[in-house]
């Protein structure tokens, strides 16, 4: 259910039930600002990126009252449906109108909220907005937030800019169009910037802008050559939200389409600590970020730097360990493919009694009772074969296995 942009909070985006004000005059959802200034330990409003002095937090009645007006009203009273003088079809001329003199007016943001206002009437004004331009317009307007002379009226119309391309839907039918907008450098940058800079629910747009783009397969190197390590510990920042579950996921997802499209891409986030953020947030993930927090572990461990990066936190192999067989059959077959890389290029002894201490030895033991055909049980009877006959001596490594693979004699 759709439902007004003041009653959301700016954190969550989604509906605040118990709405706070900060001192920068923002509402949020008590909980979300809370978490943000006290768990995370943050100093500037997530909205405005303001820094705070005063940390207070004062309810705000008059918005909740507004709110639960709202809500006992059917949710009518936010959307009413457009009079026959307000039609989409009439409303073209504006619409081109304001398309035309978005890029030039001081008044860009008040521009901007029209044209939202007008392309939510419906999927036809959305389309008549792509055909005459808008798209263009609005990639326009945030790359303005490069130049080294920008202000925060800059970053506020950028922001307001993504906001209205956020709303327009943008699919897989508008490929073509995704890809004649955003070919250039520039606008990549300008995401860049916003995820990095940004407002929490500008770096949402963003970040979702990403996910689109990784639909048309973009080259990413171009977002990696100019902003590097920066980019990609707000990325992580973003990865590790905790109050917001949907801009973590969309951040997962994108640096899984980054990682798979270079070696170099993979190298720059190991040098910005992805690793080790990978890892701390793996043992609270759910079933479906547990799946793309592994594969992402996955590819970093394709290169030699990954793998040591991985060695050097000492919970890893417990981490992966503890979701064998636990989180689901894909994060299981993830996570054998992990170890494997693991004590194929790193079989020294303290690496092979991690294995055993953080019960990844009888993990894999376990999965050689799956029954049929498995590339999962195969590539665990590897790893048994390959290093058996140092856990031979341990419990968890029972005598007629180390038969069955032909150990015994190497043992004795």
Wanted: proline share 4%; with cysteine; charged share 25%.
């Amino acid at each position: 259910m759709d439902f007004p942009q003041d009653f959301r909070c700016p954190i969550s985006m989604e509906l605040m039930e118990e709405p706070v004000t900060i001192s920068t005059g923002v509402s949020y959802e008590r909980k979300n600002i809370e978490k943000w200034l006290f768990t995370y330990m943050k100093t500037t409003c997530p909205a405005t990126m303001q820094r705070i002095e005063n940390y207070d937090v004062t309810p705000n009645h008059t918005l909740k009252r507004l709110i639960l007006s709202w809500q006992q009203n059917g949710y009518a009273s936010s959307s009413p449906p457009p009079s026959p003088a307000q039609q989409p079809s009439t409303k073209h001329d504006e619409l081109v109108s304001l398309i035309g003199t978005v890029g030039s007016t001081p008044f860009k943001v008040s521009s901007l909220k029209k044209l939202k206002a007008i392309i939510e009437m419906g999927s036809e004004t959305k389309r008549d907005f792509k055909k005459s331009g808008g798209v263009e317009a609005l990639v326009k307007i945030a790359v303005q937030v490069l130049d080294e002379n920008s202000d925060f009226e800059a970053f506020r119309d950028c922001e307001e800019a993504l906001l209205v391309l956020h709303h327009l839907e943008l699919s897989e039918e508008d490929e073509s169009l995704i890809q004649s907008c955003f070919s250039r450098p520039e606008p990549m940058k300008a995401l860049a910037v916003m995820v990095q800079r940004g407002s929490a629910e500008a770096r949402f747009y963003a970040i979702s802008m990403f996910q689109k783009l990784a639909m048309a397969k973009f080259d990413w190197n171009v977002v990696i050559q100019d902003k590097g390590m920066d980019f990609f510990k707000s990325m992580l920042e973003l990865v590790s939200d905790g109050i917001c579950t949907k801009v973590s996921s969309t951040a997962l997802q994108v640096l899984i389409e980054i990682f798979n499209s270079s070696k170099k891409s993979r190298l720059k986030a190991i040098e910005a600590g992805a690793m080790c953020v990978l890892i701390e947030i793996l043992p609270d993930s759910n079933r479906s970020k547990c799946e793309k927090v592994m594969e992402l572990i996955k590819l970093l461990c394709e290169c030699a730097e990954g793998r040591l990066a991985f060695l050097e936190h000492g919970l890893a192999i417990g981490a992966i360990s503890k979701k064998l067989l636990h989180a689901s059959n894909c994060a299981t077959k993830i996570g054998v493919k992990i170890l494997w890389a693991i004590c194929k290029y790193h079989p020294t002894e303290r690496v092979l009694e991690e294995f055993v201490a953080f019960g990844a030895v009888k993990k894999l033991v376990a999965l050689l009772h799956i029954n049929g055909p498995s590339s999962t049980k195969d590539k665990a009877v590897m790893i048994l074969k390959m290093h058996g006959s140092s856990w031979m001596r341990y419990p968890c490594f029972p005598t007629e296995l180390g038969e069955y693979l032909g150990l015994v004699n190497d043992f004795s």
